[in-house]
C-alpha cells in the first residue's frame, strides 16, 4: 500500500504535534528538545508554526509557563461535553469571578492583596478556586508572616480559552478609576 502523504518523520511540527498530542501534560520546549534531539530554537519556530496551522480551528496550542498542550477550541466545550456525556460546566460566581480577575492581573498576589481590592474575605472564594484547580499557590511573601501567594493555573486558562496568559485583555486603570468617580457620583 502507498502512502501518498508527504509528511516525513523529519518533519519537526509534525514530530512535536504527536506528541503534543498523546501527553497527558504540557511540554516544555527543552523536553521537546531532549525528546527529538532537535536544538530549542528549532523547536520554538516549530512550535510557532503549530500555532499558525490551528488558527480558526477545533484544536488549539495552548502556551502556559513556557508549556505547551493541545487543547480543543473553547467554542466546541457544549459540543464535546455532549459527545462526552459530560455535565455542562457549572457556572463560577460572582465573587469567584472578582476573585480570578484579581489574581490573573495581579499575581502573584496574596488573599489579603485580594482582600484588600475586592473589599471582602475571600477565604472562601480561594479554596474554591484551589478545589477547581483554576488558582494554585505558587510560593509565599517575603513580608511578616510569610503569606501565601497565588497565581492562576493553564486549566483557567483553558477554561476561558486563553492560548497563553498575554492573551487576557488589558487592564486599564483609568476605566477602573472612571467607574469608581460614576459610583461615587451616584450615591
Same mark, same amino acid.
Given at each position: 500500500?502507498?502512502?501518498?502523504?508527504?509528511?516525513?518523520?523529519?518533519?519537526?511540527?509534525?514530530?512535536i504535534?504527536? $506528541?503534543l498530542?498523546? /501527553?497527558?501534560?504540557? +511540554? &516544555?520546549v527543552?523536553f !521537546?528538545?531532549? @525528546?527529538?534531539?532537535?536544538?530549542?530554537?528549532d523547536?520554538?519556530?516549530?512550535i510557532?508554526?503549530?500555532?499558525?496551522?490551528?488558527?480558526?480551528?477545533?484544536?488549539?496550542?495552548?502556551?502556559?509557563?513556557?508549556?505547551?498542550?493541545?487543547?480543543t477550541?473553547?467554542?466546541f466545550?457544549?459540543?464535546?461535553e455532549?459527545? $462526552?456525556?459530560?455535565? /455542562?460546566?457549572?457556572? +463560577? &460566581?460572582?465573587?469567584? !469571578?472578582?476573585c @480570578?480577575?484579581?489574581?490573573?492581573?495581579?499575581?502573584?498576589?496574596?488573599?489579603?492583596?485580594i482582600?484588600?481590592?475586592?473589599?471582602?474575605?475571600?477565604?472562601?472564594?480561594?479554596?474554591?478556586?484551589?478545589?477547581?484547580?483554576?488558582?494554585?499557590?505558587i510560593?509565599?511573601?517575603?513580608?511578616?508572616?510569610?503569606p501565601? $501567594?497565588?497565581?492562576?493555573t493553564?486549566?483557567? +486558562?483553558?477554561?476561558?480559552?486563553?492560548?497563553? @496568559?498575554?492573551?487576557l485583555p488589558?487592564f486599564?486603570?483609568?476605566i477602573?478609576?472612571?467607574a469608581d468617580?460614576?459610583?461615587?457620583?451616584?450615591?
Amino acid at each position: 500500500m502507498t502512502d501518498n502523504n508527504s509528511l516525513t518523520t523529519d518533519d519537526l511540527p509534525a514530530k512535536i504535534e504527536a $506528541l503534543l498530542f498523546v /501527553a497527558a501534560e504540557p +511540554l &516544555s520546549v527543552s523536553f !521537546l528538545a531532549e @525528546l527529538t534531539g532537535e536544538k530549542q530554537t528549532d523547536i520554538t519556530a516549530a512550535i510557532e508554526s503549530l500555532r499558525f496551522q490551528y488558527t480558526n480551528r477545533g484544536i488549539r496550542l495552548q502556551e502556559f509557563n513556557h508549556k505547551y498542550q493541545l487543547t480543543t477550541a473553547p467554542w466546541f466545550a457544549d459540543l464535546v461535553e455532549k459527545m $462526552l456525556g459530560l455535565e /455542562a460546566s457549572a457556572k +463560577l &460566581s460572582r465573587a469567584a !469571578l472578582e476573585c @480570578l480577575a484579581v489574581v490573573s492581573y495581579r499575581q502573584p498576589v496574596t488573599r489579603p492583596g485580594i482582600d484588600a481590592i475586592r473589599g471582602v474575605n475571600s477565604d472562601g472564594v480561594i479554596k474554591s478556586l484551589l478545589g477547581k484547580g483554576l488558582i494554585e499557590e505558587i510560593g509565599r511573601a517575603e513580608t511578616p508572616g510569610r503569606p501565601i $501567594l497565588y497565581g492562576i493555573t493553564d486549566l483557567f +486558562l483553558q477554561h476561558f480559552g486563553f492560548e497563553m @496568559l498575554s492573551a487576557l485583555p488589558p487592564f486599564d486603570v483609568a476605566i477602573e478609576e472612571e467607574a469608581d468617580k460614576n459610583t461615587i457620583l451616584k450615591d
